[in-house]
Each structure stands twice: as C-alpha cells, then as structure tokens.
C-alpha cells in the first residue's frame, strides 16, 4: 500500500517536473532524447551524456548533473554544469563523473543556445546501480579522536594508579 | 614519583582529559538564527525572515528541479491544512538560484501543482538571490532543508531531506506548547 502510495506520488511529481520544463522552456523543442552510457551507472563512476539537437545548430549547449539520494530525500547542491561539445552530425556528447557515493539517483537536464535563447530539455531521471569503491567524506560511524582521546585518558589514568600503589 | 604539590594539578589535568573526551563528539542543535535573512517574493517583493516572527515558521529550503523538495509540498500542504496559520506560517525559499533556477520556474511549479493535481500551494514561496546567500548559510548540505524555528525565530528543530507530515507535526506540536 505504501509502495503503491510512493508510485502514484513520484509519478505525480514527475508530471509535474515535466509541466513546469514545459512551462519554462516554451513549445516545439529541438532537443531530443538524452542517452546515458552506461544506462544504470554506478554512483561515483563516469557518464557518459548524448543528446541529438535537431534543426539550427546552437551555438552553446549543456547538461545540468544533479545527484539525490531517494532514500533520505535529498538532492545535494553541487550541480555540476558542463559543456557539450559537438561529437559528430547533430549530437553533442560529454562525460561527467559523478560525486556522491550515496546517491541513488541522477537527473539530466540539457540547455541549448538556440538563437541567443535558453533552450532546456525535459529533465532525465537515471537510477543508479550501486556505489563504487571510494569514500566520499561521509561518516561510516568509525570512531573519531574522541575515542582516541577517552583510550589514552584511561591509559594514563591506570599509568598514575599504578604509580601510586607502588609508592 | 609525582609530589604532593604536584598531584592536584596532574588529577585537573586527568579529569580534564576525561571531560574532554566524552564531550568531544557532542554537537548543540538548537542554535539561534544570528543573522536574519531577506528574500525575494513572486511578487517582486523583499521580505525579512523576522517579518514572520510571532508565529512558528516551518522554513522549507528548496529547489524546483528537486523530486524530494515536490513530495515535499504534499507534506507542507498538510501543515497548511491542519494548523491555523495565527500559529504557524510556512516559507518555502527556492535556494537554487545560483544554479539557474527563476521564479518563473517557481512559478510554474506552483502552476503545476494546482493544474496537474489540483493543490493550491498556498503559503509563502521566495527565491534566495544570485550569491546564494540563504544556500550556504541554511542548506548548504542539500535540498530539502526544513527548519522549524519558535515564535522568537529561534530554530527548534532542523532537518536534511524529505520530511513526513508526522514527523514535521510532532516537532511543530512541541514547539508550540513550549511557546
């Protein structure tokens, strides 16, 4: 019940991150499909993004990279902005390494210069496939100095204990 | 061996040591807000954070290219509904406008709600500006952010990513006994 609670929900909110692209961007958009290689990448691994813009060749094209993590809800704000440059007739292409080793999800959003005016594509939701090895800074719950510091305050503690019986 | 004029001293600094060690880790939570902060209405407007002091303030950091941030408001619309707003206001500050968002953007969002789901978002909606100002002071860790500050704006209660309607009651319901 929940489960089909959460899908009804995120299909709504899909549709309406779709409605407010639209509303934003305007109508007839030359940019086409956004393909992601691999297509389940793992977080903190190399993407590859490729999009085919049709029609007047922009003068400026590029992806937004956003990354979240669907399971606590949040999306972090390092948006990474790159450029794309052309690949071959019609599709620009570019590689992004992601920076999150939690993250559980990416979104893809291309703008293109068309005409001196902000084109933007329909944003592309790529779940990912798991996490590769590496650390991202976050805390595993390993002990930190303060467990350091209480060892070393017992050890000198018994030292002085000691010390004093023998005297 | 230590003397006698030197023992209390080494004992201080033995005690010392253990106080330091077990309050090493602890961090405070409820910190108050130091600095107000003003932001940009739909309408144009600037408004202050303490313009909505004297009422419990559910301040929700977020962003419209957020999935989390749009279930978000399905959770905020509850608070909307379930508690008058003589007690408790929402903000909702688009913190993402130094990547590119615009309150067209916002705007369209809340167009989107009412149109594709029929939900009137019907509480304050602002942008943070260009600097990123209330990004790197209130979520610089990511989007949603929410914040529950007491009817003096203190912060009561903060919280990183998407939050229930429960969870966010509880936490308004105890501040408002306590005020």
Redesign the interface.
């Known amino acids: 019940m929940k489960n089909q609670r959460t899908f009804i929900?995120?299909l709504?909110?899909?549709?309406?991150?779709g409605?407010?692209a639209v509303?934003?961007a305007g109508t007839g958009l030359p940019i086409g499909t956004i393909t992601v290689s691999p297509s389940a990448p793992a977080a903190l691994s190399t993407v590859t993004i490729s999009v085919t813009i049709s029609g007047e060749a922009p003068s400026e094209v590029r992806v937004?990279v956003?990354e979240?993590?669907?399971n606590?809800?949040?999306?972090?704000?390092d948006?990474q902005?790159v450029s794309m440059p052309l690949a071959s007739s019609s599709i620009y292409r570019t590689d992004v390494t992601l920076k999150h080793s939690d993250a559980t999800y990416i979104?893809i959003?291309v703008v293109a210069k068309i005409n001196n005016a902000w084109q933007e594509s329909s944003?592309k939701?790529v779940n990912l496939s798991g996490t590769q090895d590496g650390n991202n800074g976050g805390d595993k719950g390993t002990p930190?100095?303060?467990?350091v510091?209480?060892v070393?305050?017992i050890g000198?503690?018994l030292i002085?204990i000691n010390?004093k019986r023998v005297? | 061996?230590?003397s006698a004029t030197k023992k209390p001293i080494?004992l201080f600094f033995?005690f010392l040591?253990?106080m330091?060690?077990?309050f090493?880790?602890c961090t405070e939570e409820k910190t108050d807000i130091r600095n107000d902060f003003s932001f940009t209405t739909l309408n144009g407007e600037t408004k202050h954070l303490n313009d909505f002091y004297g009422k419990v303030i559910v301040l929700d950091c977020m962003?419209?290219?957020?999935?989390?941030?749009?279930?978000?408001m399905?959770e905020l619309k509850k608070i909307s509904e379930n508690y008058s707003t003589i007690d408790v206001t929402i903000l909702s500050i688009d913190?993402?406008v130094s990547?590119?968002e615009?309150s067209?953007?916002l705007q369209?969002?809340i167009?989107?709600?009412k149109?594709?789901?029929n939900i009137t978002l019907d509480w304050t909606f602002g942008l943070d500006d260009l600097q990123g100002t209330i990004?790197n002071t209130y979520?610089?860790?990511?989007?949603?952010t929410l914040y529950i500050l007491d009817k003096k704006g203190n912060i009561y209660y903060s919280h990183?990513?998407?939050?229930s309607y429960v969870d966010l009651a509880n936490k308004i319901d105890e501040v408002l006994i306590k005020n």
Do not use: H
């Open positions: 929900l995120t709504v909110v899909v549709s309406i991150l409605a407010t509303l934003a937004n956003e979240c993590n669907g606590t809800g949040i999306c972090y704000p948006i902005n979104t959003t944003q939701k930190g100095f303060e467990l510091i209480f070393a305050a000198v503690s002085l010390r005297k | 061996m230590i080494v033995v040591f253990f330091l060690s077990i090493a880790g962003a419209v290219n957020c999935q989390p941030c749009m279930l978000q399905f913190v993402w990547t590119g615009t067209t953007m369209g969002m167009d989107a709600f149109n594709q789901v990004q979520a610089s860790a990511g989007v949603p990183v990513g998407y939050e």
